[in-house]
């Protein structure tokens, strides 16, 4: 029994550029997301940019610190609501 594989179900994967906003951290690698964004990366070429506002570099599980990254005060609504 031979099986083929079904022809144009494959996403489109394409070298992208992710920026880490919070800790200043970039690198390489092949996503479907697009962006009108674009970078310069270290071997001259132009890819597109995604930023992100986590990743290893400052995720606290990989840096052993703690950090907090409150996007709209959603902590302080947080300790309000729950502070009695």
């Keep these: 029994m ?8 494959h996403p489109q994967y ?8 919070t800790a200043n951290f970039a690198f390489l690698t092949r996503s479907t997301l697009s962006s009108k ?10 890819y597109p ?3 992100v506002e986590i990743s290893s570099a400052s995720h606290p599980f990989y840096t052993g610190k703690q ?3 409150d ?3 959603r902590v ?4 309000k609501r729950y502070a009695k």
């Design 2 to 9: 031979g099986y083929t594989m079904k022809a144009d179900i």
């Design 14 to 21: 394409r070298d992208v550029v992710f920026q880490d906003v």
């Design 37 to 46: 964004e674009t970078i310069k990366w270290e071997d001259g070429n132009e």
């Design 49 to 51: 940019l995604l930023k």
């Design 67 to 69: 950090k907090l990254v």
């Design 71 to 73: 996007t709209s005060g």
């Design 76 to 79: 302080d609504k947080f300790r």
